[in-house]
């Protein structure tokens, strides 16, 4: 994508070589490292905003769409980004963080998907909820090779929220687990 759509969508005009202006600290043990931690950090604040978000997600990922993200690799400054937004102020941050998760489908991301279940937000722990028990998002159509039965139906148990427990119960029955 050339400077100027990125400009369009308000994302920093690259510069020399095509790396983004960062402010970071001058320290020589920080390096590239840090430039891109605050780069990959800068695309997830991006997600809050609606014209931003697409190419944003697109340069932290590699696409948008769920094709093509069965498709990437991402890169573990990426993951470790996605993470970190998980804990974000803003619930559409996390919200996105979630649903790349989702689609990337890496086991990596299951801790920090369990611990999303006890957001505040109901609309954010409904779609934890559905990151662990759906597999068409997956790339291989497959749920992730973990056991989250027991986290589901604590869910399904006890949540406030009549949504996020229709959800839970949704994903036990895609995971062929039997409801009493």
Not at 7 to 14: I, K, S, T
Not at 22 to 41: E, I
Not at 56 to 72: H, K, M, W
Not at 149 to 172: F, I, N, S, Y
């Amino acid at each position: 994508m050339a400077w100027w759509h990125l400009a369009a969508y308000g994302l920093p005009r690259p510069v020399l070589g095509g790396r983004w202006a960062a402010q970071v600290s001058t320290d020589p043990l920080y390096g590239m490292k840090a430039k891109q931690m605050t780069r990959h950090s800068e695309l997830v604040e991006a997600f809050a905003d609606a014209k931003r978000r697409n190419p944003a997600i697109i340069e932290l990922v590699g696409a948008i769409n769920a094709s093509d993200l069965r498709r990437v690799k991402v890169s573990p400054d990426a993951k470790a980004a996605l993470i970190a937004g998980l804990g974000h102020r803003n619930a559409k941050v996390r919200w996105w963080c979630l649903q790349l998760m989702d689609h990337l489908a890496d086991e990596s991301y299951l801790e920090p998907i369990l611990s999303m279940l006890s957001d505040p937000v109901a609309k954010v722990r409904r779609h934890a909820v559905h990151a662990l028990g759906c597999a068409v998002c997956k790339p291989n159509r497959q749920a992730l090779a973990v056991d989250v039965e027991e986290a589901l139906r604590r869910t399904l148990e006890t949540d406030p929220d009549v949504k996020v427990r229709d959800e839970a119960r949704q994903g036990l029955e895609r995971l062929g687990v039997p409801l009493a």
